[in-house]
């Protein structure tokens, strides 16, 4: 049986439009161990949500929050209200009984990526800050994985990605590891911070290049870094980035991607004509939803996550949907289960989406 109680917004959620304090209901199975589990999803699924909205997967506390309309089709799907107290009996029934390695891993779409980046960017000195943060985790993780290299290219895109992969350079630069940047569609957007970096990489003897590689050109890279799209990549690549990308795809086995291999819709929209093929993609702060997909596997080679410097009230002010099991800090690999793709939208979930938007 799935329960349903009423508790409180326990944050300001813009993205649901949901204030601190407005009603939410956490759905919870009353059944124990991975039974629960099946039943919390499938009622889950037919309302239309995604299995990687779950909250404290693979724990006695697994849930899904709902809210407005998918609380009366809950109801009217089987589900019952229940007190604290019934609430409290069922969860020390459950408690133990779900081993972590059946755990969900949670994903955010592009449009809650952006505002958790932008409500972090209220919080720190700059938005390049962040990017900082990040290019010297992604850096540091790369090195005590596969130690330090002999030569490496950086593909830098137009948008945020590229910033990165330009801090990256730096960043690489000052522990003496030769990279060379290629500039993709942004020598136009640099801004003055940006032509400072760029002109201190030339004069500790990296190359900037702004034309488009050709394939055989990056054959003489040990690594290459995809920093061409990212978050917003949300639609077809053309141009420049397009032919950069067909350049990529020749060395899937020495390529780095960073936060999504270029070419792939960061939402549920799928792979497009031209995508990157990489060995590993370092996820910045959380994954999007393309990245939980079983299609995106053969893309994104080892999917692991790299924390960019968000903090955890810039993540909880964006959506509940992000589950609790998310960690906020050290790099952990991203797990792929199966996951409901919801194809055939029915008309509950239309409303469901329709209400949160």
């Given at each position: 049986m799935i329960l349903l109680h009423e508790t409180e917004t326990p944050h300001y959620l813009p993205v649901l439009g949901l204030q601190k304090g407005h009603p939410v209901w956490h759905a919870i199975s009353s059944l124990p161990g991975a039974n629960g589990a099946i039943e919390l999803l499938q009622m889950a699924r037919?309302?239309?949500?995604?299995?990687?909205?779950?909250?404290?997967?693979?724990?006695?506390?697994?849930?899904?929050?709902?809210?407005?309309?998918?609380?009366?089709?809950?109801?009217?799907?089987?589900?019952?209200?229940?007190?604290?107290?019934?609430?409290?009996?069922?969860?020390?029934?459950?408690?133990?009984?779900?081993?972590?390695?059946?755990?969900?891993?949670?994903?955010?779409?592009?449009?809650?990526?952006?505002?958790?980046?932008?409500?972090?960017?209220?919080?720190?000195?700059?938005?390049?800050?962040?990017?900082e943060t990040a290019a010297q985790n992604i850096l540091n993780f790369f090195l005590c994985r596969n130690g330090a290299f002999q030569s490496a290219a950086i593909l830098c895109g137009p948008g945020g990605t590229g910033l990165v992969g330009i801090a990256l350079a730096r960043a690489a630069a000052k522990k003496s590891l030769p990279a060379d940047i290629y500039l993709i569609n942004r020598n136009h957007t640099l801004t003055e911070n940006e032509h400072s970096i760029i002109q201190n990489l030339e004069q500790s003897g990296a190359h900037i290049f702004t034309h488009i590689p050709a394939k055989n050109e990056l054959a003489r890279y040990q690594y290459l870094f995809d920093a061409l799209l990212g978050n917003g990549s949300v639609s077809e690549p053309y141009g420049a980035v397009a032919s950069a990308i067909f350049a990529l795809q020749q060395y899937p086995q020495n390529t780095i991607a960073i936060d999504l291999p270029s070419g792939m819709d960061p939402d549920e929209r799928g792979v497009y004509d031209l995508c990157v093929c990489a060995a590993e993609t370092y996820i910045i702060t959380l994954p999007r939803r393309c990245h939980t997909h079983t299609f995106s596997e053969q893309y994104t080679g080892k999917p692991l996550m790299v924390m960019s410097g968000a903090d955890k009230k810039a993540i909880k002010s964006v959506s509940a949907g992000i589950g609790a099991n998310v960690p906020l800090q050290g790099y952990f690999a991203l797990l792929r289960r199966q996951l409901a793709e919801a194809q055939d939208f029915s008309s509950e979930w239309t409303r469901f989406i329709a209400d949160l938007r």
């Open positions: 037919k309302i239309g949500a995604h299995d990687c909205w779950i909250q404290d997967a693979g724990s006695y506390r697994e849930h899904f929050d709902l809210f407005k309309n998918s609380v009366e089709i809950a109801l009217a799907l089987g589900a019952v209200r229940a007190t604290t107290s019934e609430i409290g009996a069922v969860l020390k029934l459950k408690k133990g009984q779900y081993p972590d390695e059946n755990a969900i891993i949670s994903s955010v779409t592009s449009s809650q990526m952006k505002s958790i980046i932008y409500s972090a960017s209220q919080r720190a000195p700059s938005f390049f800050t962040l990017c």
